[in-house]
């Protein structure tokens, strides 16, 4: 991610953290990083997508320069198991605990879909192995 975009979202009150960043001291760990793009906003809408912000990320996949990056929105109780997922990172990475309705507030069904998380991961309890969860929730289509 280029400098300036950190600094720009840091001076807007993102708190920004690389999870597992490349240096000698972790080798060994190089391949259990993650690419994970979840995005949460108060605990009460998510989106995973690929994220793009670079400018080839600005197309419909219309040609060799201009991508296309296809979001799912969520709101519901599935939001929470989102949030669950990224924590699971955020707190090897910082030592830090988001709990409490501040961070997980309670969430009332939305919609008629079905909504599903499975992920895995390679330490920890969920080790090599998926953990899903059932909701129903309202997923939203966007491309970005």
């Given at each position: ?7 720009k ?16 001291s972790?080798i060994?760990r ?7 793009k ?5 605990g009460?809408v ?6 793009g912000?670079?400018d ?6 219309q040609?060799r ?16 198991t ?8 955020w707190?090897e ?16 069904k ?7 998380v ?5 330490v920890?309890?969920?080790?090599q ?9 309202m997923?939203?289509a966007?491309?970005?």
């Amino acid at each position: 991610m280029d400098s300036s975009l950190k600094s720009k979202m840091k001076e807007a009150g993102c708190c920004l953290r690389q999870f597992r960043p490349l240096r000698v001291s972790n080798i060994g760990r190089m391949n259990l990083r993650t690419h994970r793009k979840i995005v949460v906003i108060d605990g009460r809408v998510a989106y995973v997508a690929g994220h793009g912000i670079a400018d080839e990320w600005t197309g419909n996949g219309q040609d060799r320069d201009h991508w296309r990056d296809t979001a799912i929105r969520a709101e519901g109780p599935v939001v929470t198991t989102l949030q669950g997922v990224f924590c699971e990172n955020w707190i090897e990475e910082t030592g830090e605990v988001p709990a409490g309705e501040k961070y997980f507030p309670k969430l009332e069904k939305s919609g008629q879909v079905d909504a599903h998380v499975a992920y895995a991961s390679p330490v920890g309890p969920f080790r090599q192995c998926s953990f899903s969860t059932t909701w129903r929730s309202m997923p939203r289509a966007a491309s970005c």
